[in-house]
């Protein structure tokens, strides 16, 4: 009976790591896609490093690297494997608890800087050197319904076609109301709880592969199983 539960314990790591492990290719692909198609790092220069694309491409590799860890650990049966893929898991765990902490306790100082980034990559747009920033810049107002960073009069006297609502009238435009820090801080607030439904998810099932992992090992240890590969 204990034999034949955990087989099924066995098994069920297998296909849930595997599932982990298509769900982080797909990842990996759509952040490859943003990366190739959509980007918009002049947006903010100074955080380029921390854009959605790259945040999704870093995720699918760490995704795909420990659920291959996982699956091939539990479908071999060695003890290395998923004592490794256990404490990967927590470290992963700890990583991600430490974030959502940092970014609650310092909401404030990381809107300021997302502030003064959007104004220094508004600025070189508005310098003309490059069509890269204002096309960024045309695609985020168009996309968001906003101009500038908090309004139209951000532009000064270069205020681009795409922060007018329909077609720019020289004489009377009717340039788009609001900013797009607020619309992006609105788009936060929204999603504000199904980001910490996710992250509580994902805690959970970080804990639950880490019970896997660790009753696996704890069985193979008693069994002499040791490293078999």
């Known amino acids: ?78 003890r290395c494997l998923l004592l490794t893929f256990f404490l990967l898991l927590f470290f992963l765990m700890l990583v991600e608890l430490t974030a959502a902490c940092l970014l609650l306790m310092f909401e404030g100082e990381i809107a300021t800087l997302v502030k003064d980034d959007l104004n220094k990559g508004l ?43 329909e077609i720019c009238n020289a004489s009377d435009p009717k340039y788009r109301e609001k900013g797009c820090l607020v619309k992006l801080k609105t788009m936060f607030e929204e999603n504000f709880l199904t980001t910490g439904i996710s992250v509580i998810v994902l805690c959970i099932i970080e804990v639950l592969g880490m019970c896997f992992a660790m009753t696996l090992f704890c069985h193979i240890s008693r069994s002499g199983l040791g490293y078999k590969l």
Request: charged share 15%.
């Open 123 to 165: 600025t070189k747009a508005k310098s003309g050197n490059s069509t890269k920033e204002m096309n960024d810049w045309n695609l985020i107002q168009t996309k968001f319904d906003c101009c500038g960073v908090d309004n139209v009069t951000d532009w000064g006297d270069k205020v681009p076609e795409s922060c007018c609502k």
């Open 1 to 78: 009976m204990a034999q034949g539960c955990l087989k099924c314990l066995k098994y069920t790591m297998c296909i849930a790591n595997f599932l982990c492990f298509m769900c982080g290719v797909a990842v990996l692909g759509f952040g490859v896609f943003m990366m190739v198609n959509v980007r918009v790092e002049a947006l903010t220069p100074t955080l380029a490093s921390f854009s959605v694309a790259n945040m999704l491409l870093i995720s699918g590799i760490i995704i795909t690297c420990v659920s291959f860890l996982g699956f091939l650990g539990a479908l071999k049966e060695n």
